[in-house]
């Protein structure tokens, strides 16, 4: 299927390649057992997302940036993450899939069960891994790595945590006009928000940026759950603008209007003691989703991001609804 952001900028499809990863919309569903205090809850279950081994948020931000990487011509990607980096092992693993190989900054998160079944999963994957533990020693050995990247005399293709640079904040200017499609369609009445993590910013930027195109006045509400990285307001919108700064610059003719309307909240009260610590609100968010609507969810960003969802819903600051939960989790 051609990308919506194709259908909507014929003059993307030349510049901007996409390589499908997925085959369908992800599903939409109401949540009926959790919406007992506030508004009509529903899910967009973007755990399905991933046609790999592997899935979540990060497989759609892959689908611009793997092509991109190529058509430069890129035969490596460097890039960081924590221990249990969901984003380095989709970027292994797909990125294998098309030739290319990845290099990993690895810095330390607190180790649990989770996070020894990814670094498992990690050192099968076929990456090269590097256990720089700090965020000022990954700088340090910032030259190294790069070096470690080079094929000959190409040089990787390098790519912050997360993979939230603009071409990967794609992903979600794309899942927005999904969604956008899905309201048009009927499956579900126009949000009044959206609730998703943020880890590292693309997710939500990508969002906030793609309801605005697709002409939906729902707002965009993040909930961070990192605090090793600058992830505040002023930020993620200078993310979306530079998306579609990205996307003006290959050719999309958006208005200036577009940029300019601001739709995106950011949360900070749900983090607890620091990005991968557990909370008790996480873990219990985690246990209703799984106990009332067979959703699952893990601690670090989707525990977190539905609590903040419930406690907001119930004191009224998500009116009038629907709202819409996206689930960014992709376990496999
Ligand atoms: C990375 C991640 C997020 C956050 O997405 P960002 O684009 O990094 O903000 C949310 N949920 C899960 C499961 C993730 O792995």
């Known amino acids: 299927m ?8 014929p003059a993307l499809a030349d510049t901007l390649p996409h390589l499908a990863l997925n085959a369908a919309p992800t599903p939409v569903r109401r949540l009926t057992s959790l919406d007992t205090t506030g508004s009509e809850l ?11 081994g592997w899935g979540g948020n990060k497989v759609r931000k892959l689908e611009w940036l793997l092509p991109d990487a190529r058509r430069l011509g890129r035969r490596t990607i460097v890039t960081v993450g924590g221990l249990g980096t969901n984003w380095g092992l989709a970027t292994a693993l ?28 990690l050192r099968a994957s076929g990456a090269q891994l590097h256990f720089t533990h700090t965020k000022l020693r990954t700088v340090l050995a910032a030259p190294y790595l790069l070096a470690r990247g080079f094929s000959g005399r190409t040089p990787p293709y390098l790519l912050p945590a997360g993979g939230s640079s603009p071409v990967g904040a794609l992903g979600y200017v794309e ?6 499609a899905q309201v048009r369609a009927g499956e579900l009445p126009e949000p009044s928000h959206i609730v998703t993590a ?9 969002l906030s940026l793609g309801l605005r195109l697709a002409g939906l006045a729902t707002r965009a509400v993040g909930v961070v759950v990192n605090d090793t990285l600058r992830l505040d307001e002023p930020t993620l919108n200078r993310l979306a603008t530079r998306t579609a700064n990205l996307l003006r610059a290959r050719g999309a003719n958006i208005p200036e209007t577009v940029t300019r309307t601001a739709n995106l909240d950011i949360v900070t009260d749900w983090l607890g003691p ?12 985690q246990t209703l989703s799984a106990d009332l609507e067979h959703l699952t969810l893990e601690p670090v960003y989707t525990a977190k991001a539905m609590a903040a969802l419930l406690d ?3 004191h009224h600051r998500l009116t009038p609804g629907p709202v819409v939960y996206l689930n960014t989790n992709g376990p496999r």
């Open 2 to 9: 051609t990308p919506y952001l194709h259908q909507l900028y």
């Open 42 to 52: 529903w899910v967009k279950d973007d755990s399905v997302f991933g046609d790999g």
């Open 94 to 121: 797909y990125g294998r899939e098309q030739g290319l190989k990845t290099v990993l900054a690895l810095v330390d998160q607190p180790v649990d069960e989770h996070v020894r079944r990814q670094l498992e999963r």
């Open 175 to 180: 899942a927005a006009l999904e969604l956008a």
């Open 198 to 206: 943020v880890g590292s910013g693309g997710t939500v930027a990508g």
């Open 274 to 285: 620091g990005y991968g610590q557990p909370t008790p609100e996480a873990r219990t968010a």
């Open 312 to 314: 907001l819903d119930a």
